[in-house]
């Protein structure tokens, strides 16, 4: 029987730890760290969420339904995180004492919901009571004032996304957003949009790396969704790279290379795999005819057109290559809504992210 208390000892606090690590790895470390609390709370969530799913009849309604997957997952966390503590505590205080299961139990509720509707003699006891109420606090504590700083960027991430419609329409299109420069007469001067949106790559990445639940978080109109966004840009600087014929603008090839890099950074958290090093051989979801396609629509909207086609294909291919992949499994993991050269052939890679990987293992 000594043994059994010892060992209950050592499982609450090996459980009272691994806990609050996973409190830890989830909110308060500034980088995306995989955890199994996190990963079961979002993976479990959204097989119900799923269920769900099946009777919807229309985009816009499993865009409702969604909306509320990420912010549902994140109320959940704390109560699992407050759970597995109080059953790591109240393993401690049957493991001291002579107490049943229950009481301990009721103890440690007691302690962690600071209500006090039990109580204890032993000086040690109350010493390991204080410091389980002291941890239900902070637990509750964390999510709260990380909530804030998750909504801000969120609002920040959004704020491009919304601005990108009156550019390249809804849903977002390069083509479009080609065309509409040429005609507003900026076309020959993007310096300051590639810019923007370099910026707006490394600050997606640096908080959807570190807060990865940001990356399902969903916007506020149906049609609008940031992968779709940035895929759209990525799109727009490689066409203007590749075909447009006028002078290089070596902003959009630092806009590509932070974009594409984005993707791969929050993709590679998710657990999907891509060719790091890819070849120009390699095949891409878009094909020549339809980059033909999209040169004849620019053309026909006076754009203007480097001659050398064959060219102009290959250099596209070898930008396009480097986000491909993760551009369009991104779409199947965050359910984006449609949108020409990105989510409207995902199905692509459906097969590899039929269960998504929210919260990838070690």
Request: aromatic share 12%; with cysteine.
């Amino acid at each position: 029987m000594v043994a059994l208390k010892i060992v209950s000892v050592l499982a609450g606090i090996y459980l009272i730890c691994f806990t609050i690590l996973s409190a830890l790895r989830t909110f308060v470390v500034p980088r995306g760290l995989p955890d199994p609390i996190a990963r079961f709370v979002f993976q479990n969530l959204r097989r119900i969420f799923n269920i769900r799913l099946r009777y919807a009849k229309s985009y816009i309604v499993k865009d409702k339904v969604m909306a509320f997957y990420a912010p549902s997952a994140l109320v959940l966390l704390p109560i699992i995180w407050l759970t597995l503590v109080t059953i790591g505590f109240a393993s401690i205080y049957w493991g001291l004492g002579s107490r049943s299961w229950f009481d301990a139990y009721k103890l440690s509720g007691s302690a962690i919901t600071t209500l006090g509707f039990s109580s204890t003699d032993s000086i040690l006891e109350n010493a390991i009571v204080f410091t389980e109420a002291t941890i239900g606090l902070i637990l509750v504590a964390i999510l709260i004032s990380y909530l804030p700083t998750m909504y801000a960027a969120w609002s920040e991430r959004e704020m491009a996304v919304t601005k990108l419609d009156v550019r390249a329409g809804t849903p977002a299109s390069a083509i479009v957003l080609l065309q509409r420069s040429y005609r507003i007469g900026s076309l020959d001067d993007m310096t300051a949009f590639w810019y923007e949106w370099e910026n707006w790559f490394t600050s997606v990445e640096e908080t959807h790396t570190s807060l990865p639940a940001l990356s399902l978080y969903r916007s506020t109109v149906p049609e609008y969704n940031w992968v779709i966004a940035a895929g759209t840009v990525l799109d727009s600087a490689a066409l203007a790279n590749a075909a447009i014929d006028l002078p290089h603008d070596p902003q959009a090839d630092l806009c590509l290379r932070a974009g594409y890099l984005m993707l791969r950074r929050i993709a590679s958290f998710f657990g999907i795999k891509y060719d790091e090093f890819p070849s120009i051989e390699d095949p891409i979801s878009i094909s020549k005819k339809e980059f033909n396609e999209a040169l004849d629509d620019l053309a026909a909207a006076g754009v203007p057109i480097k001659p050398d086609r064959e060219k102009a294909w290959l250099d596209f291919k070898g930008w396009r290559i480097n986000y491909d992949t993760v551009l369009l499994s991104m779409c199947n993991i965050v359910m984006a809504p449609y949108a020409p050269w990105s989510s409207d052939r995902s199905h692509l890679h459906r097969q590899s992210t039929r269960t998504p990987i929210f919260f990838r293992s070690e």
